[in-house]
């Protein structure tokens, strides 16, 4: 079930229709307060959350359903500035979808969001030993990654941004994210560090660098390890 969090009645009916077209269930809130209640009452799989609501802004919102729960949120605003994005994705947010966008992304974001669901659903994320992605094999256990059944020689820096990105499979980390977990600190200097060891792994881990198929970068922002069919 998916709930939509939108105060524009016709950003809301095209989200609506879409969904029900999709044979998705869903719910609707119009402001925070509705929107907290719903969350609460109704645990649903996914939220679709506008920001600007007319009554508290959709990163208190975000904030707010963070202390209590881990359930997928996707940002549908109209604010389309970094900061307003990274803000959002730093207080929890799994993904930011700027208005106005096509259906066609809305549901490419969905089953993105219902493909991580599913993954952590199964527990493989918690108990299993081993990541399998595609071609890409990561074994916890050994400290070893391998492409194609061949052992990348990763640096430790590395093999801890292949690990937290694993972890975090289709979910946007953001740059301060990423830092504050490998070094402990979000400074300049090591978000420079972060795009060195980044392009390194990528050349390691893509077959073809030009059609990166593991790594998604979202620019200014931070990456995204893809689901790999």
Not at 89 to 115: C, M, N
Not at 158 to 186: D, R
Request: aromatic share 6%; with cysteine; charged share 25%.
């Amino acid at each position: 079930m998916v709930l939509v969090v939108e105060d524009d009645p016709s950003v809301r009916n095209l989200i609506t229709t879409t969904l029900k077209t999709n044979d998705c269930k869903y719910l609707v809130a119009v402001n925070g307060d509705e929107a907290l209640l719903e969350a609460s009452t109704h645990n649903p799989d996914i939220i679709l959350l506008d920001l600007g609501l007319p009554d508290m802004d959709g990163v208190d919102v975000i904030r707010k359903v963070r202390s209590w729960s881990n359930m997928p949120i996707i940002v549908i605003s109209a604010r389309s500035e970094d900061h307003d994005k990274i803000e959002a994705l730093d207080a929890g947010a799994d993904d930011y979808l700027t208005k106005p966008f096509s259906i066609e992304e809305l549901l490419a974001r969905l089953r993105v969001t219902q493909r991580r669901i599913a993954y952590m659903a199964s527990g493989a994320q918690k108990t299993d030993p081993v990541f399998v992605n595609g071609k890409l094999r990561i074994d916890y256990a050994s400290g070893c990654a391998y492409l194609d059944d061949q052992e990348l020689h990763l640096t430790p820096i590395e093999y801890k941004l292949l690990c937290l990105l694993s972890h975090n499979l289709g979910k946007v980390l953001t740059h301060t994210y990423i830092t504050q977990n490998i070094w402990g600190k979000s400074w300049d200097n090591y978000i420079a560090s972060l795009r060195v060891f980044m392009a390194t792994l990528r050349k390691k881990l893509e077959p073809t660098p030009d059609s990166p198929q593991y790594i998604q970068t979202h620019i200014g922002i931070g990456y995204r390890m893809l689901k790999v069919e």
